[in-house]
């Protein structure tokens, strides 16, 4: 799964990673170290990149988690941060946007994770990225909601997959990455060439480091957030 992720905005790195050429200016003004979906307390919004009605790439902050269409209230009773990726054209609340092409790219610098360990109570986070520690990104979609009153929201969910041998041992899922030469072929192509691109991902070995649970509140946002566990004697 992916429920915490870290991105640190560089508008130099979005336009060279992401070829964006629309709404650079939209981009968020400060680390995000910590970004955890949206709850009845605080609003999440991430910044995405997307094909635009004129084909050029743009970036938006979007709502997170996702909220279907056809939803009658904001907040639902269960989880669309995610999507698994193999139901993720057959489940109620991604179908559409999926159907309608309506892909994204989430830029990230990294993801938490928590493995269970034998004999301890509290799970030991992950900080897991590239081995360069650049930015790069997940597969998403997004799509429109409106409320009562008619404001419309756009949101948008990360789809997950199964885990890479790498990262058996810490979870059963992880979220899908997209390697940088598919970007055009996820955001652009139909949703029967997409899924082709929904696996582990194999590109290149990912970084994978304890962190202190300093990361477990989301409200912590902090670049102690990243740091690696002192090495234990």
Same mark, same amino acid.
């Given at each position: 799964?992916?429920?915490?992720?870290?991105?640190?905005?560089?508008?130099?790195? =979005?336009?060279?990673?992401?070829?964006?050429?629309?709404?650079?200016?939209?981009?968020?003004?400060?680390?995000?170290?910590?970004?955890?979906?949206?709850?009845?307390?605080?609003?999440?919004?991430?910044?995405?990149?997307?094909?635009?009605?004129?084909?050029?790439?743009?970036?938006?902050?979007?709502?997170?988690?996702?909220?279907?269409?056809?939803?009658?209230?904001? =907040?639902?009773? =269960?989880?669309?941060?995610?999507?698994?990726?193999?139901?993720?054209?057959?489940?109620?609340?991604?179908?559409?946007?999926?159907?309608?092409?309506?892909?994204?790219?989430?830029?990230?610098?990294?993801?938490?994770?928590?493995?269970?360990?034998?004999?301890?109570?509290?799970?030991?986070?992950?900080?897991?990225?590239?081995?360069?520690?650049?930015?790069?990104?997940?597969?998403?979609?997004?799509?429109?909601?409106?409320?009562?009153?008619?404001?419309?929201?756009?949101?948008?969910?990360?789809?997950?997959?199964?885990?890479?041998?790498?990262?058996?041992?810490?979870?059963?899922?992880?979220?899908?990455?997209?390697?940088?030469?598919?970007?055009?072929?996820?955001?652009?192509?139909?949703?029967?060439?997409?899924?082709?691109?929904?696996?582990?991902?194999?590109?290149?070995?990912?970084?994978?480091?304890?962190?202190?649970?300093?990361?477990?509140?989301?409200?912590?946002?902090?670049?102690?957030?990243?740091?690696?566990?002192?090495?234990?004697?």
């Amino acid at each position: 799964m992916c429920g915490r992720y870290n991105v640190l905005p560089d508008a130099a790195a =979005f336009v060279d990673v992401f070829d964006v050429t629309q709404g650079i200016d939209r981009l968020v003004d400060r680390p995000l170290y910590n970004i955890a979906p949206s709850n009845q307390r605080i609003e999440t919004e991430i910044p995405i990149v997307r094909t635009s009605k004129e084909g050029e790439r743009e970036l938006l902050m979007s709502r997170w988690p996702l909220i279907p269409f056809w939803s009658k209230e904001r =907040f639902l009773r =269960f989880s669309t941060a995610n999507a698994k990726g193999e139901t993720v054209s057959e489940k109620p609340a991604f179908r559409e946007p999926w159907r309608r092409g309506r892909r994204c790219l989430v830029p990230t610098n990294g993801y938490y994770e928590w493995q269970s360990v034998p004999g301890q109570k509290n799970k030991q986070p992950y900080h897991i990225c590239l081995t360069d520690k650049s930015l790069f990104a997940f597969g998403g979609l997004w799509d429109w909601w409106q409320d009562k009153d008619g404001n419309k929201v756009e949101s948008c969910t990360i789809i997950t997959t199964e885990p890479t041998e790498q990262l058996q041992h810490i979870h059963s899922r992880m979220p899908l990455i997209i390697d940088r030469s598919n970007y055009d072929r996820w955001l652009d192509d139909t949703g029967e060439k997409a899924t082709t691109l929904i696996r582990p991902y194999s590109e290149q070995p990912l970084a994978i480091y304890p962190i202190s649970t300093f990361v477990n509140n989301p409200m912590n946002n902090e670049p102690r957030c990243l740091a690696p566990l002192e090495a234990r004697v």
